[in-house]
């Protein structure tokens, strides 16, 4: 057991290191290469308010680390996607604070919304849905401007790039394939459903699939492996309770739907995690060994954070 958890741990680094490779390139080519619409400041802007989040909340917690070591660089790569995450999707025109704003609440859910020992709120996806509900004025990156300076077969390269690469991160280390296919299946479905009801075009409803902003959110946000369940049917609920929550916001005409779907769907696993942890507490001396042993696998998290938290 103590081998699978360590070869666990490991292939969840590797992943992690790699996304954070690859989110790292994905931004210094966006920006002046792509069309990013953002100033240079506000990547390192969020990029400097996450990595002191993450080392005020380390320090706030009694613990101390060998700072500048390839331990702590680990330790913060999931600080660095989530700040680079928050200020690729977010547009603010070009103020600073919201974006900085944004990445330290991400962090600071963390801490904040846990059941045990882990987290249950997408970090990124998390901050990007409190400021969008705080100011009203900030809202989402213009989906064309990921492929706004690619003409002809580069504006098919790069979705195609992302795709293989989403595809094989998530088969090898995440191992989320399922709640992929199960997120994919159901959006399709809901379009098809509001089709029906609403007479909404069929193709449409399936045209927000055709962008790079729904490739990195369907590769690479709701597939968080630290909020997202791990055996493959709670990953076929999660990813079908995600498409639920997105058509029902969609009915209510309410913008940014993929983020507070994605928000609800972690904060009603939240109340169920907590609901089993409160279980196990209250339950019988004689059975209390067997169901704690239980829910520490269960809720065991990875040793340095997960893939794009």
Known sequence: MHTDRAWTQANRLAGLRRFAAAITL????????????QSWAQPLVSLAAAYTMEVLLELAGGKRRAWFTKGTIDFLLPAHITGLAVAMLLYANDRLWPI???????????????????????PSNFGITVT?????????????????NLVGVGSWILPGVMIISGTFLNARFTHKLPLIGAWLGGFMLQALVRSWLFGTPVVAAWLPMTGVAFLLYTFYMVTDPATSPSGARGQIVFG???ACAYAVLMMAHVVFGLFFAL???????????YWQARQVRQAPVERKQPAREHAEVELEPAAVGSLRS
Do not use: D, M
């Open 240 to 242: 079908l309770g995600v």
């Open 100 to 122: 900085a704003f944004a990445s330290a609440v991400a962090i600071g859910s963390k801490a904040i919304f846990r059941v045990g020992t882990r987290h249950f709120f997408n």
């Open 132 to 148: 969008l509900l705080l100011f009203s004025w900030v809202g989402i990156a213009p989906p064309y401007h990921f492929t706004e």
């Open 263 to 273: 928000t609800i769907v972690c904060a009603v696993r939240g109340g169920i995690l």
């Open 26 to 37: 994905l931004n210094i080519l966006g920006h002046s290469v792509f069309g990013f619409e």
